[in-house]
C-alpha cells in the first residue's frame, strides 16, 4: 500500500464524521429555527453539504465493515504495481565451486521443517470482522449523487441490519463501544493475528537465558508485500560489542525471519516484536 | 449569523479529527515472552584445505554439542559444500534443514609447517556473516586451534565468553579402595591429551590452577605429613609452600597468583592462612577454635569464602581478605562445604549433605540456592572460566568420575574421561 493511499484510508472515517456533524447541525437548526429566515442564494451549498453524508453516517455505525475494507483493499491495489516478485533478497552468489560432491548422496528428508511454513495465526472469526458482503455500496464513484440510490440503500442498510449482530463483534472488540480505543483499531489487524504471531513467534525463538546475562530485545520489522522479512532491525543491538545483547538480538532476529512469510494481515507493514527474556528466562 | 457560526465551528472541527487521524494509528506491538529453551541447531561443515580442516571442524563441533547449547547438524544432511570461505554461502541450502549458524573455514600449511585457519560464522536466516577471525598455530596445535573458534562461536550466539581452550588438572584414581592411586593428571577440558604429573608413589588431593594457568598448586599426603606444594606443568619444577607442623590442605591461589590460601591444623584446630608467594611470609586469617578451611577467593582478591563449623555444622562464612567482617552466608538445612567463588563473582559453589551429597550454587550475600545434582554422593565443583559451567565428580558403584552441569541443573553430563577421577580444577582460559 502506498503511503499516499495510508493516509486516504486514515482520513476518511474523519472527513465522514465531519460530515455527519454538518447534517446534525442542519438537522437541528432545521428543527429548532424553523422560522429562521433563510436567505435564498445558500440554500444550494446548504443542500449539497446536508445530502452527502446522510450516507457516510450510516456507513460510520458500520465500523467493522469500513475497517476490513480498510486492509483488503490495499492489498491488490498495493501488489498491482509489482508485476515481476523481486528477486530473493540474497544477492549473487559467485559459487566458484560448482562441483557439489553431496548432492550425489540422497539428501534426506530433515524431518525437522523444511519450509518454515507458519501456521496461520488462529483465524478467530468471532473477532474478526467477516468479509463484507456489502462492498458494492463502497464501488460506487461518489462524484454522481443520485436520491433515489441513496434511499434505496438506507433501506437495504435498515433491512439486512438485524441478521448482521448475530455474528459481529459486541462489546469493547467494537471500537464504537469500546471504553477505550483498541491498539489495532483502524489498522485491520485483530488481537487474534497478533496473539497468533506471538504464538508462532514462541515456538520459534530460541531464548538466550545462558549468558548470565538477561537482555530484552525489540526487533522493528517490516513485512513486503509477499510476506517477507524486509527488514529486521534490534536498534544496532545485534552488531553491538555487548556480547550478551548482540547474542540476544541475533536469536530475536533469527526468529522473527523463521515466520516468514507472514500472514496477509502482516504484509506491507511495520510493526515491533518485543521478546522479554526476562520473563521467558523465569518461567523455563 | 448561526450558520456562519455553525460553519467554523465544522472547520474547526474537520480540522481537529486530520490532525489528529494518524495518532489514532496506534504502532503495531506483538510481545514474545515465552520462547524455548533448546539447543541451537548450527551446520559445521569440514573446512577446506588439508585433512587437518576436517579435523579443527571436528573439535568446534564436538566443543560445542557438549555444551548443550548447540545442535551440531548431521553433514549427511548437507545439501552443499560451502567451498571458498570468502565467498558468501547459499542460506537456502543452509535454511532447509534448519541450520541457524553455518560455520565455514579453510586451513592451510605454511612453508615452515605453521598452519592457518580462517573462519566465518554466517547467520543463515538473515543472511549475513556474524564471525570472521583468523588463527595462526604450529602444526600440533590443531586442536587448540579449534578451540579457540569454538569459543568464538559460543560467545558469538549464547554472549558468554567460550571455556573450551582450557585444561582440567584432577586426581587420576586406580587400584582399589584398600590400595588406591592417587595421581595429579591433567587433560584438555574436552579430554584430549590426557597425561600424568606424578608417579602415584604418594597420594594427592585438591589441585587447584593459578591464575597464569601454568602453576598447579596441590596437597600431597606422605607417611611423613602432608604438605602444598607448587607446580610449574612447563618445566615440571615443584617446590613446597613453607612448612607447618601439622597437616596442610586445600591450598588455592589468590586471583593475581601471588598469595595461595590453604588450611592449617594445629594442636587440633584448623584455621586458615595466607602465604605471599613471594616472602613466603604467612597471614593468618581465622583464630576461631573450630574447623575453618576450604578457602576461595573472590575475583577481585578482597574477600575469601570458607566453610567452618563453628556455628555447631559446616556452614559457609565469607570475610575480607586480612580476616576481618566474617559473616555466614548459608542458612538452609543440611552441612555445606567446598565452597568456591565463581570467576564472574555472581556465585558460590558449594557441596550440601543432606540425604546425599550434592553440588549447589548462591548468590555471595547466601541467597538464591539452588541444588543442581541429585545423586548420593558428589563433591569438589570447579568454575569453568565463564562461569556457566561446573565439574565435580560424583561417586557410583565404580568409583569417582568426572561430571559436569550446567548453573541452570539442566544440562548434567560426564566429563570425557572415562576412567575414575575426582578432585577437578578448571584452568583459566589459556593463553
Same mark, same amino acid.
Given at each position: 500500500m502506498s503511503a499516499y493511499a495510508r493516509r486516504r484510508d486514515s482520513l476518511a472515517p474523519a472527513l465522514i464524521a465531519a460530515l455527519a456533524m454538518h447534517v446534525g447541525l442542519f438537522v437541528a437548526l432545521t428543527i429548532f429555527h /424553523?422560522?429562521?429566515?433563510?436567505?435564498? %442564494?445558500?440554500a444550494v451549498p446548504i443542500n449539497i453539504v446536508s445530502q452527502a453524508p446522510t450516507t457516510d453516517s450510516r456507513q460510520a455505525e458500520q465500523a467493522p465493515q469500513t475497517q476490513t475494507a480498510q486492509v483488503e483493499a490495499p492489498v491488490p491495489q498495493a501488489k498491482a504495481p509489482t508485476p515481476p516478485p523481486p528477486p530473493p533478497p540474497s544477492p549473487p552468489q559467485p559459487r566458484p565451486t560448482p562441483p557439489k560432491p553431496l548432492k550425489t548422496v540422497p539428501p534426506p528428508k530433515p524431518a525437522l521443517k523444511p519450509t518454515p511454513t507458519p501456521a496461520k495465526p488462529t483465524p478467530a472469526p468471532a473477532v474478526k470482522a467477516p468479509p463484507?458482503?456489502?462492498h458494492p455500496s463502497k464501488?460506487?464513484?461518489?462524484?454522481t449523487f443520485d436520491l433515489n440510490a441513496l434511499a434505496a440503500s438506507i433501506s437495504r442498510a435498515s433491512h439486512s441490519s /438485524?441478521?448482521?449482530?448475530?455474528n459481529a463483534a459486541r462489546g469493547p472488540t467494537r471500537a464504537e463501544t469500546a471504553p477505550v480505543a483498541r491498539v489495532d483499531a483502524g489498522q485491520g489487524i485483530s488481537q487474534s493475528d497478533i496473539q497468533g504471531l506471538s504464538q508462532l513467534l514462541n515456538r520459534l525463538w530460541l531464548k538466550?537465558?545462558?549468558? %548470565?546475562t538477561i537482555v530484552n530485545v525489540t526487533v522493528r520489522l517490516a513485512i513486503d508485500n509477499d510476506g517477507r522479512v524486509l527488514l529486521a532491525d534490534a536498534g544496532g543491538r545485534e552488531h553491538a560489542g555487548d556480547s550478551a545483547a548482540s547474542a540476544s538480538a541475533i536469536r530475536a532476529i533469527a526468529a522473527v525471519h523463521q515466520?516468514? /512469510?507472514?500472514a496477509e494481515e502482516f504484509r506491507g507493514r511495520t510493526f515491533s516484536v518485543n521478546f522479554d527474556a526476562a520473563k521467558a528466562c523465569a518461567n523455563r | 449569523m448561526i450558520l456562519r457560526h455553525t460553519g467554523y465551528l465544522s472547520a474547526l472541527i474537520v480540522t481537529l479529527l486530520l490532525a489528529l487521524a494518524p495518532l489514532a494509528r496506534a504502532d503495531i506491538v506483538v510481545n514474545v515472552d515465552q520462547g524455548v529453551s533448546q539447543p541451537l541447531p548450527i551446520a559445521i561443515p569440514a573446512f577446506g584445505g588439508p585433512a587437518v580442516g576436517s579435523q579443527i571442524a571436528g573439535v568446534v563441533s564436538a566443543d560445542l554439542a557438549r555444551s548443550g547449547l548447540f545442535r551440531p547438524l548431521d553433514?549427511? *544432511?548437507?545439501?552443499s559444500a560451502p567451498g571458498d570461505v570468502n565467498v558468501q554461502p547459499n542460506f537456502d541450502d543452509w535454511k532447509s534443514i534448519s541450520a541457524q549458524a553455518l560455520v565455514t573455514g579453510q586451513v592451510t600449511s605454511d612453508s615452515d609447517g605453521r598452519l592457518t585457519a580462517d573462519f566465518r560464522l554466517w547467520d543463515t536466516y538473515a543472511g549475513e556473516q556474524l564471525l570472521g577471525l583468523q588463527f595462526s598455530s604450529t602444526a600440533e596445535n590443531w586442536r587448540r586451534v579449534g578451540h579457540k573458534i569454538a569459543d568464538a562461536v559460543y560467545e558469538k550466539l549464547t554472549g558468554a565468553p567460550g571455556y573450551f581452550d582450557t585444561r582440567i588438572v584432577f586426581v587420576a584414581e586406580s587400584g582399589t579402595r584398600a590400595h588406591r592411586i592417587r595421581r595429579l593428571a591433567i587433560m584438555d577440558?574436552?579430554?584430549?591429551n590426557p597425561s600424568y604429573l *606424578?608417579?602415584?608413589s604418594y597420594l594427592v588431593y585438591t589441585p587447584r590452577f593459578s591464575a597464569n594457568t601454568q602453576e598447579i598448586t596441590y596437597m600431597a599426603l606422605r607417611p611423613s605429613g602432608s604438605s602444598v606444594y607448587l607446580l610449574?606443568?612447563? *618445566?615440571g619444577r615443584q617446590e613446597t609452600v613453607g612448612h607447618f607442623s601439622g597437616m596442610v590442605f586445600a591450598p588455592r591461589f589468590s586471583p593475581d597468583g601471588r598469595k595461595v590460601a590453604f588450611s592449617a591444623e594445629k594442636d587440633g584446630n584448623s584455621d586458615i592462612y595466607v602465604m605471599?608467594?613471594?616472602?613466603h611470609a604467612t597471614n593468618r586469617l581465622t583464630t576461631d577454635p573450630s574447623i575453618d578451611t576450604s578457602p576461595s577467593f573472590s575475583p577481585d582478591g578482597g574477600q575469601l569464602v570458607f566453610n567452618s563449623d563453628r556455628g555447631g555444622s559446616p556452614q559457609i562464612y565469607v570475610m575480607n581478605a586480612?580476616?576481618?567482617?566474617v559473616h555466614r552466608i548459608s542458612f538452609g538445612s543440611g552441612r555445606y562445604t567446598t565452597p568456591v567463588w565463581s570467576p564472574d563473582g555472581k556465585w558460590v559453589a558449594f557441596t550440601k549433605q543432606e540425604g546425599g551429597f550434592h553440588i549447589g550454587i548462591m548468590r555471595?550475600?547466601?541467597?538464591?540456592?539452588?541444588?543442581l545434582t541429585g545423586s548420593a554422593l558428589e563433591e569438589g565443583p570447579t568454575w569453568a572460566p565463564n562461569s556457566r559451567v561446573i565439574m565435580f565428580s560424583r561417586e557410583t558403584g565404580s568409583g569417582a568420575h568426572l561430571w559436569t552441569t550446567d548453573i541452570t541443573g539442566r544440562i548434567i553430563q560426564p566429563a570425557p574421561y572415562p576412567l575414575g577421577a575426582s578432585d577437578p580444577a578448571w584452568s583459566p582460559l589459556l593463553h
Open positions: /424553523p422560522a429562521l429566515p433563510l436567505p435564498l %442564494g445558500s463484507t458482503p456489502t464501488a460506487p464513484p461518489k462524484d /438485524p441478521s448482521r449482530p448475530a538466550n537465558c545462558d549468558s %548470565g515466520a516468514a /512469510p507472514y | 553433514p549427511s *544432511t548437507f545439501k577440558q574436552d579430554g584430549a *606424578t608417579d602415584g610449574n606443568i612447563e *618445566t605471599d608467594l613471594a616472602s586480612d580476616g576481618s567482617g555471595p550475600d547466601g541467597s538464591d540456592e539452588h541444588i
